[in-house]
């Protein structure tokens, strides 16, 4: 009979499977429920329901007592049933790589999926740094990966292999077929968009493909909320893991009207959250997550339902709308897109019935590649053969005791130009200390870093680093440990940089590509890398239209020739797109001059100057714009 016993028993001690008559009955039965037990019976599989939401700021709720516009009632409901984290982190501050940790456990820094570019055609897996950059480049430039490769169990194949039924709702932005969600575990897609945000609006007619709206002017958060409550009426009575990722509050900035005239009165012009649209898209993304908890509470489904609310990032400062920002995150420094914590500081609610104390909180750190192991801890379920992660799973925290954690990371690699913009960067925390690390930024390309206390200085305001010396040779040795770990590609430092002189800037002049661009001796030096030295040139005073000519006074190292574009105002696309103009070939090591007739259509703004030679030093003395043989531009080089 003992050969029929389940796998488990081979923990029974070998004398009991010797001797099973020795055995009292009492005693066996005991051993066997010890065996089998766990936290959950097969018909007692908690359902998951995963609530994302997209760019929702750490200020943007009510959660945290940092607005008085956006209403939020449905996430105070959501609070007072779980745990609220008020130190809740994403591994990233943009989305797709966010999006990814939440599903694999696994830190962008290791999958290298480190920017939203998921929607592009260009299919790419793995992430390398380039080895060169043009010379006002202090860093080259990173190959990004463009899909969440399958490669990686996500948590729905996980929970589809434990028997869920598995639905994803919303935005995705991880890769279309063969990278969407049906190809990463789960059953039901809906609408299965790849793109970055809704498909033309959030009020209906959209542009979604194959997936119309069931009435004039329907919002798309409220239609996945009817869709949402659809599956839960169709499955309640098996387990589920659903994912119910908000398209809310990503751009475009569009609302119902009548939410819009509502808000618009409420506004205080002395706020810096003053967008009426932007209070109007927080209403629908809150009442669609009352929608959802409405039909758990109405289907019965409420005390075997684990919930998760966070999102993607923190809030957009940096588009516009309403004649402001979209919204601010106050007193956090930054948003979207760079590494302050307003870019990665984000609202957190865990709902676990039964073992959470409901309306309590935490200050414990945690972050988005948490998740994935603690549902596994929740679920009493070990990971997979060969799998690890980057997060640790936060149960203890969720029963009110402290995380036995040391630190945990923000990884972006790449500065997005918006205002209050990092260089490529890496930060860790731990404790009340935030060390970031700015890649190759530093003298003579070592790195930088800055610290900051976050209990002191939650504005990150005052760099410490100065005064705690050690504490950054710590933490620094940390980052060190999380880069090899995880195996990050950084950018590298570019072996061709020259600091940008100030007077190239103010006479309007750009590196190129595989160049290097400085002013010597009074001449403008272009130092071709590999071939064809490049550089552009901003008139200050665009040239009006008619018949123009470009003469170019100059010696190469090289023999050549020059090929010039121009852009013109009004033509799109912009770049230089108007037309090509070849000069004869020049000699080299010999002073000349190149004349170069343009006739333009509209008032020139820019030029392109290309030495097509091979790689050697082009030393400009002088260029100059005519018009009829007059002088109209002049442009000489003075140290």
Aim: net charge negative; aromatic share 10%.
């Amino acid at each position: 009979a003992f050969c029929l016993l389940p796998s488990a028993f081979c923990l029974l001690p070998s004398a009991f499977c010797l001797l099973p008559s020795m055995i009292p009955r009492l005693t066996l039965t005991i051993l066997l429920l010890a065996a089998s037990s766990s936290l959950y019976s097969a018909e007692q599989k908690p359902n998951i329901l995963f609530i994302l939401a997209d760019d929702l700021g750490w200020a943007d709720t009510t959660l945290y007592g940092h607005t008085s516009l956006y209403e939020t009632p449905n996430l105070e409901r959501l609070a007072t049933r779980g745990m609220t984290f008020n130190r809740a982190y994403t591994a990233s501050p943009l989305c797709s790589p966010t999006r990814s940790s939440i599903l694999t456990g696994l830190h962008p820094a290791r999958t290298g999926l480190t920017t939203p570019n998921c929607h592009k055609p260009e299919i790419v897996l793995q992430s390398i740094a380039a080895e060169k950059a043009p010379s006002d480049k202090k860093l080259t430039q990173l190959t990004n990966v463009t899909r969440l490769d399958t490669k990686y169990e996500t948590l729905a194949e996980r929970f589809k292999a434990e028997g869920y039924t598995t639905a994803h709702f919303g935005k995705w932005h991880l890769g279309s077929e063969p990278y969407s969600p049906l190809e990463h575990g789960f059953d039901t897609d809906s609408p299965h968009h790849p793109g970055p945000g809704p498909a033309g609006s959030y009020v209906a007619p959209w542009k979604f493909k194959d997936f119309d709206e069931a009435y004039p002017g329907e919002h798309i958060e409220d239609r996945m909320g009817d869709e949402i409550v659809t599956f839960l009426e169709e499955h309640q009575d098996e387990p589920f893991f659903l994912n119910y990722w908000q398209f809310s509050v990503h751009g475009p900035f569009n609302a119902k009207q009548e939410y819009i005239d509502r808000h618009r009165d409420r506004i205080d012009p002395d706020d810096e959250q003053r967008s009426p649209t932007y209070a109007a898209m927080m209403q629908s993304l809150d009442e669609n997550v009352g929608k959802v908890l409405d039909a758990v509470d109405r289907l019965g489904l409420t005390d075997n339902t684990i919930i998760i609310f966070s999102s993607d990032n923190g809030g957009n400062m940096y588009n516009e709308v309403d004649g402001t920002t979209p919204t601010a995150n106050r007193p956090l420094r930054g948003g979207k897109g760079n590494n302050w914590d307003g870019g990665t500081r984000v609202p957190g609610i865990v709902i676990w019935p039964g073992q959470i104390e409901a309306g309590s909180r935490s200050d414990e750190l945690i972050t988005s590649t948490d998740f994935y192991p603690t549902l596994l801890d929740m679920l009493d379920l070990s990971p997979s053969p060969n799998q690890s992660f980057d997060g640790i799973s936060i149960t203890p925290a969720l029963k009110g005791e402290a995380l036995d954690r040391d630190a945990i990371f923000t990884y972006f690699p790449h500065s997005t130009g918006v205002p209050d913009t990092l260089p490529p960067s890496v930060a860790i925390y731990q404790g009340d200390w935030k060390l970031f690390r700015f890649f190759h930024d530093g003298p003579d390309g070592n790195h930088r870093h800055e610290l900051y206390n976050l209990i002191e200085d939650i504005g990150e305001s005052n760099d410490v680093a100065t005064q705690h010396p050690e504490r950054v040779a710590a933490l620094s040795a940390k980052l060190d440990s999380f880069e090899t770990t995880t195996g990050a590609v950084t950018p590298r430092y570019n072996p061709a940089y020259l600091p940008t002189n100030p007077l190239l800037t103010e006479l309007g002049f750009k590196v190129g590509k595989d160049t290097q661009l400085s002013i010597k001796e009074g001449k403008l030096i272009l130092k071709a890398l590999d071939q064809n030295a490049q550089t552009s040139l901003t008139l200050k005073d665009p040239a009006e239209p008619g018949d123009l000519e470009l003469k170019l006074t100059f010696t190469s190292s090289a023999k050549g020739r020059i090929d010039l574009r121009w852009s013109e105002k009004g033509v799109t696309p912009l770049y230089f797109n108007t037309r090509l103009i070849h000069s004869k070939p020049y000699p080299a090591s010999t002073e000349t001059s190149v004349s170069l007739p343009l006739s333009a259509r509209a008032s020139v703004i820019s030029f392109r100057i290309d030495f097509m030679q091979s790689a050697g030093t082009v030393r400009i003395e002088q260029i100059e714009l005519l018009r009829k043989g007059k002088s109209e531009q002049n442009w000489k080089f003075t140290d």
